[in-house]
Each structure stands twice: as C-alpha cells, then as structure tokens.
C-alpha cells in the first residue's frame, strides 16, 4: 500500500481529490496504481470518480471491488457541464457507507473545484478556503479553475514570503 502523492481529504473519511491513482501521464506506474487503490480500499474509499479524458484505472477499480463514475472533462476551463454532472453524485455518494475519491490525470484543478464546490454546497464552506486549502494539500490550483467556482485566483494565493515576513504596516524595504 502506497499513499499517493497528491491527496486532499476534502471531508475526512468521506471525499479526497487526487492526481490518479499511479500517477498521472507519462509518469505513471502500474505498480504505483495497484499500491494506491489498496491503500484507498484501506482508507474507506468505495467510490471513484474519475474526470479523465480516457478510461484508464476503471477496470483496476472493479477489480479491486471499487464502484466508479467516469465524467470526463477536457479541462477546468470546459468544466462547468461536468461540475453540475458531479455535485449531485457526491451529494448522493457521501451519504453512503464509505469515502469518495475524485480524480484527474495528471492535472488535479479541476478536482480541486469539484469539492471545494461540494464543500460549499453541503457545508457551506467558501469555495476561496476549499480552493486554499486543496493548494496547501499539494493540488494543482488554476486560475481556471478557481473561474469555474467565481473565485479569484489571488484570494487562493498564498502570501508571498515578502509579505508574510514583514509585520502590517511595515515596508519589505524598510
């Protein structure tokens, strides 16, 4: 069993969003992807939703006794039918017997924005924080994706160093 490398709880126990299982594009690895479906099954994970473009991992997530959901999507920016699509599944999953995990390929923005938005719907969460702390977790945050959610991609940001290592009211320079 493996943790995978890029993985938010969203929801503790119930929601992550991940880069796929294995890794994603080119850097992907059989063996990396059978070692983190088992550590998910381990975790409580029972549903997969993947946002791929292809049908890479469906079958392994049978396999492992997983039931899955494929919505792909192109992009963050070309997201916005698959969102709609995916709030009423996570809606419906969450309330389930075990935790949901939500993935990409390689790209994890538009994942990130699936359960910020979720957060936002069931927990009243500001998308602005789903979106920082999904960032924090090691996700891909993209202007795009914070657009999908009408979220400025500056309130995501975090502070500079600059910024973070003065005091309020004092210049860097000074």
Same mark, same amino acid.
């Given at each position: 069993m493996r943790e995978p490398k890029r993985i938010w709880w969203a929801r503790p126990r119930k929601? +992550?969003?991940l880069e796929r299982p294995g890794g994603g594009g080119r850097s992907h690895r059989p063996e990396r992807r059978e070692a983190e479906i088992a550590w998910l099954v381990a975790q409580g994970v029972c549903y997969v939703v993947s946002t %791929?473009?292809?049908?890479h991992n469906l079958a392994d997530y049978e396999r492992a006794g997983l039931d899955w959901h494929h919505a792909p999507v192109a992009s963050a920016a070309e997201g916005a039918d698959a969102l709609e699509e995916l709030l009423p599944v996570l809606r419906r999953e969450v309330r389930r017997r075990g935790a949901v995990a939500v993935h990409g390929n390689r790209h994890t923005d538009f994942v990130a =924005? *699936? +359960? =910020? /938005? &979720?957060? &936002? $719907?069931?927990? #009243? *969460?500001d998308p602005a924080e #789903? %979106?920082? $702390? !999904? !960032? /924090? !977790?090691?996700l891909l945050v993209t202007p795009e994706a914070c657009a999908l959610l009408g979220v400025g991609y500056a309130a995501v940001q975090p502070p500079t160093r600059d910024v973070a290592a003065t005091s309020p009211g004092r210049s860097v320079t000074a």
């Open positions: 929601l +992550c969003a %791929m473009r292809t049908r =924005a *699936v +359960c =910020a /938005a &979720h957060l &936002h $719907e069931s927990r #009243g *969460v #789903g %979106m920082r $702390e !999904a !960032a /924090a !977790a090691g």
